[in-house]
């Protein structure tokens, strides 16, 4: 009995060294062994591999993994006024009273089973579709007919997942945690000064760093040199919380959002003792006055970091920007937007808060693969003359999903939860009602 | 470890719904986890909340319409097969099933695709539109902007034209006739992929 803990207490030893002296120090320093980077060459060989496997084994079913990427079906794009011409063409337009014909509610009925069939909005709200399995049993659902050794790959990961990689992240992960409350309370706990400032954002970077480890994440920065300053706004898209760590691993930001119960809630304290992050109670978030205010008077300190912020709201699947709410753009200060692009064969980032707690995402997470994704800095965007935060916002979102080779909705992201306001159908009734009475009749 | 969509949908229920449907066996499928992404109660059947949960539906004048056109009468759940047996109606009219034996008359016929048409008109079912459930629907399409006058007589004017026996109504034969010269297969048809 006593030998069996001696052995048990002496692997533990050296798992928790091997830990510490490969990954935690080079992590916490910023520098790379090398590791990761052959584990991602053989993963990407792996995967492949696994393609190949799977193309030779049904070479006839190939036309529906392409289609599979781009949908269900093809919609019809014709305006309004051209498709109820078309439908009109049979017939001649009246001499009195409004124009109609039994046959316009084709117009409407199609566009309605269409977004029956496959919508814009919803399937945003929901994992995107791979284009070929990549050895996860989750991912599975489109990949039918599997062979012997592909079995005998998945099962390898299946080991290599939950045996070595996951109690290795989780150990990472919760040192970083530990290290990030314990730190930027000590710090907080100095005078304020320069020396504090640089020691806080040492502490933030290492347990950054250390985080970004556990999740496995290999980040691709591009165009550096754009990267936000202090006093700015640092705009981005948003695909999940691990956003924040993947950011927070090149530099330093003010956190905006609003105060987590829990073990969020023990996080967030801590961060905020150390350095200017701006929480808001709940019951202040609905006062939008107050917010606006406080996010003004830091962008106006030049000496305080970047404000990060995810303009969207929610989470959406890591394949289209929606709607940025205004709020942000009407702050003022320079605009860093930034576009993140997770590549989804290594793991899906995207997390669907309607299905998952936070920790099963992170679970889940850490039983990926890896997180492989892309970080674009823009060229810092201001407001033009004559342009209303909504437009600026819109433009925003232009260049970052243009960037990032994401779709460019204008739909609100808000949809998630809540319904469509009605506003939205008046408009399609005026315009339908335009093409019955014409524009200047209508009074 | 086969997917998870499958093992619920049951080779031969796709079997039966491509015969009565005509969509292809991938289509099925991917029609399918469309309906389980929409389903969320998880109970394999999709109440209208569901559908109205869409937000480019839920701005479609006509949204309610068509969403009712998906439940049987006095019914408000529809399974996978009742939602493939609706959206077979605008699958396009392809060579090959133009001239089939008449008796059977598939989903997508020129017939059915109208019938569905009508059927946004017919609020009661009584398989006639009657000037008052004409109004309602046109109401529907134009919302406020329209006085109740003009679209009196916008209605007055489509039944006359439409209307042949007289009893200030159309039957789904006087809506065929009106229709007669309307491309009805293309504009009430979907480019379903394959």
Known sequence: MEENWDVAFTFFKIWFSAMVGLIMLPAMFGVSLGITEVYMKVLVKTLEWATLRLQRGRGEQQILKQSLSSGIIQRGDGSMEQEIGDLRRSRPKPQVGGDFTLSDVFYFNRKGIESIVEDQVTQRFTSEELVSWNLLTRTNNNFHYISLRLTIMWGMGVVIRYCLLAPLRITLATIGLTWLVIGTSLVGLLP???????????????????????????????????????????????????????????????????????????????????????????????????????????????????????????????????????????????????????????????????????????????????????????????????????????????????????????????????????????????????????????? | MGSRASTLLREEEIEEIKKETGFSHSQITRLYSRFTSLDKGENGTLSREDFQRIPELAINPLGDRIINAFFPEGEDQVNFRGFMRTLAHFRPIEDNEKNKDPNSEPLNSRTNKLLFAFRLYDLDRDDKISRDELLQVLRMMVGVNISDEQLGSIADRTIQEADQNGDNSISFNEFIKVLEKVDVEQKMSIRFLH
């Open chain 1, 192 to 443: 304020s000064s320069r020396a504090k400032d640089w020691l806080s954002e040492l502490v933030h970077l290492m347990c950054y760093r250390i985080c970004a480890r556990g999740l496995s994440a290999t980040i691709h920065y591009h165009n550096k040199e754009n990267r936000p300053t202090k006093g700015g706004l640092c705009v981005a898209n948003h695909t999940s919380p691990i956003d924040i760590v993947i950011l927070a691993n090149d530099g330093c930001y003010a956190m905006v959002g609003q105060v987590h119960g829990g073990l969020m809630g023990v996080i967030q304290r801590s961060m905020v003792r150390s350095c200017p992050h701006i929480w808001f109670e709940r019951s202040e978030m609905k006062d939008r006055h107050l917010v606006t205010q406080r996010l003004k008077d830091h962008v106006a300190d030049k000496t305080k970091l970047p404000i990060l912020i995810f303009p969207e709201g929610t989470c959406i699947n890591n394949t289209s920007v929606m709607m940025f709410k205004k709020g942000s753009f009407e702050i003022g200060g320079t605009i860093f937007p930034v576009a993140i692009k997770y590549d989804p064969q290594f793991g899906d980032a995207f997390w669907n808060s309607a299905k998952y707690n936070m920790v099963s995402y992170l679970l889940r997470m850490m039983t990926s693969w890896a997180i492989v994704c892309n970080v674009w800095y823009l060229p810092p965007m201001s407001q033009e003359e004559g342009e209303d935060a909504v437009q600026f916002a819109n433009r925003v979102k232009s260049a970052i999903a243009h960037q990032g080779g994401l779709v460019d909705l204008s739909w609100d992201g808000g949809l998630k939860r809540a319904k469509v306001k009605g506003t939205y159908k008046e408009q399609q009734q005026k315009m339908y009602s335009n093409m019955v009475v014409g524009d200047d009749s209508s009074d």
